[in-house]
């Protein structure tokens, strides 16, 4: 690839050293001093759950968080319960996943070759409401980090919060689904 004049865009840009992979180290912290966090995936169960607290245990790995990839939907209250209480007892934070989404409807949108672009989005109203309804749900009881796929439920996601509707102390934590790609779209989020 010829990037002969892509480099004099990526200066005006403020964006060459990234070419040179010269990054500086980053003075950024979490509110606690640390610079990194360990985060297990598709942690979908109670089960689950309590595997991964006691490897962590065995291993001495500080896990920080567990995301679970299936949704709000797929647990009753009673497991919902039990998760948010082991994993507050491991002090490891508890992100359930807000859904429905495109992928799971008969869209036949999202089962066209190129329909993964929408497969993860809310599609239309109903699964708009029907997210902010399991991330209502989550919240009630006691969950206090949601995964979010869809640009429009993470913008409600941060409305309903600001308006007390949900919790204020309630996080979002966007999902792999919906992607950054690139600085810029990085700097746009």
Not at 75 to 94: F, K, N, P, S
Request: aromatic fraction near 4%; include cysteine.
């Amino acid at each position: 690839m010829n990037r002969s004049g892509s480099d004099g865009a990526l200066a005006q840009l403020g964006l060459e050293q990234l070419r040179s992979n010269g990054l500086p180290s980053s003075g950024k912290t979490f509110p606690d001093g640390e610079q990194y966090r360990v985060e297990i995936a598709s942690v979908e169960d109670e089960l689950c759950l309590s595997t991964v607290i006691e490897a962590a245990a065995e291993y001495e790995v500080p896990v920080c968080r567990v995301s679970q990839g299936s949704g709000v939907t797929l647990l009753d209250d009673t497991e919902i319960d039990r998760m948010v209480h082991a994993a507050a007892q491991a002090g490891i934070e508890l992100s359930l996943f807000a859904r429905p989404n495109a992928s799971w409807t008969d869209s036949a949108m999202s089962r066209a070759p190129a329909g993964a672009v929408i497969a993860a989005s809310a599609h239309g109203l109903d699964e708009l409401t029907g997210a902010l309804d399991e991330i209502k749900r989550a919240a009630d009881l006691g969950v206090r980090s949601v995964l979010i796929a869809d640009l429009g439920v993470l913008s409600a996601f941060g409305q309903l919060r600001e308006s007390g509707w949900l919790p204020f102390d309630m996080k979002a934590k966007t999902s792999v689904m919906l992607p950054t790609a690139n600085p810029l779209a990085a700097a746009s989020w």
